[in-house]
């Protein structure tokens, strides 16, 4: 999948791998590197496994 996808409103789409080892698609900002998206990916699963 290409880095360089953009959506409405200066967003991309990133497939990123959350720490399960499952795989995704999340939306972030136009230019958010790879690992600042991975990075994300992890808060946002760490999150929702907590409660």
Same mark, same amino acid.
């Given at each position: $999948? /290409? +880095? +360089?996808?953009? !959506? %409405?409103?200066g967003t991309a789409m990133r497939e990123v791998t959350? %720490? +399960? =080892? /499952?795989? !995704?698609?999340?939306?972030? =900002?136009? !230019?958010? %590197?790879?690992? &600042?998206? &991975?990075? $994300?990916?992890? =808060?946002?699963?760490?999150? $929702?496994?907590?409660?």
């Open positions: $999948m /290409s +880095d +360089d996808l953009t !959506g %409405p409103l959350f %720490p +399960d =080892r /499952s795989r !995704g698609i999340i939306l972030v =900002r136009a !230019g958010t %590197p790879q690992a &600042e998206a &991975e990075a $994300m990916a992890a =808060r946002v699963w760490a999150e $929702m496994t907590e409660g």
